[in-house]
């Protein structure tokens, strides 16, 4: 049950796009469809973001977007603004009834 | 509207025990698996367990097993974590979580505030 592998950091001027990865193995991200984002302000609790890989719930703009290649899942964020600015974690199935989170990254906006 | 509201947090000393309590409202709280969801001060989110709506299926993550056990009243839409043998490093929110939707396992869509548990001396 190793923490999947999230870069600490990421930052983008306003309207740019920024991708954060999320990086596991072939046994948690690379094996299931089940990844997850969270976007947690401080104080706040954790938002889910993005679900299943590519889903977006219902009031998510569509500037998040979701991938996975591999081993490795992605969110990207687009057209940056100043309210995107806060912690993001991935979260994958890693088989067995077990569950993992990235060790979250902080994004800033410049 | 879904509701989930932590309660039980506290002060405790190392060794000892803790009940906490997740109260819901606005869903089939019986259809649901529920999750525990921990955050040390500072650090990043941790899955900590989870149970199946009928209560007949329980998961813990590897730090926790045998220390903590989960459970629920479907009758009291209420979530339980009995916490023992606590250690400073279990010091952490603890937030009771909803799945999205059905069919959907890890998109943990519902959270509550939290619950601030500290194990100290």
């Known amino acids: 049950q190793s923490a999947l592998t999230q870069p600490p950091s990421a930052s983008g001027s306003p309207g740019q796009s920024v991708t954060i990865s999320c990086t596991g193995t072939?046994?948690?991200?690379?094996?299931?469809?089940?990844v997850s984002w969270y976007q947690q302000h401080p104080g706040k609790a954790p938002k889910l973001m993005i679900y299943?890989?590519?889903k977006r719930p219902s009031g998510v703009p569509d500037r998040l977007s979701g991938s996975k290649s591999g081993i490795t899942a992605s969110l990207t964020v687009s057209g940056l603004q100043a309210e995107d600015e806060a912690d993001y974690y991935c979260?994958?199935?890693?088989?067995?009834?077990?569950?993992?989170f990235g060790g979250g990254t902080k994004l800033t906006v410049l | 509207e879904v509701q989930l509201v932590e309660s039980g947090g506290g002060l405790v000393q190392p060794g000892g025990s803790l009940r906490l309590s997740c109260a819901v409202s606005?869903?089939?709280?019986?259809?649901?698996?529920m999750t525990w969801v921990r955050q040390a001060p500072g650090k990043g989110l941790e899955w900590v367990a989870n149970?199946?709506?009928?209560?007949?299926?329980?998961y813990f993550v590897d730090s926790v097993k045998g220390r903590f056990t989960i459970s629920r009243d479907n009758t009291k839409n209420s979530l339980y974590l009995q916490m023992n043998s606590l250690k400073a490093e279990d010091t952490a929110v603890y937030y009771c979580?909803?799945?999205?939707?059905?069919?959907?396992?890890?998109?943990?869509?519902?959270w509550g505030q939290g619950t601030l548990v500290t194990v100290s001396s």
């Open positions: 979580v909803r799945d999205l939707v059905h069919g959907s396992p890890g998109g943990m869509g519902y």
């Open positions: 606005g869903f089939t709280f019986s259809t649901y698996w």
């Open positions: 149970i199946k709506g009928d209560g007949t299926e329980k």
């Open positions: 072939g046994s948690d991200v690379g094996g299931y469809n089940l």
């Open positions: 299943d890989v590519t």
């Open positions: 979260f994958s199935y890693a088989g067995s009834n077990n569950w993992v």
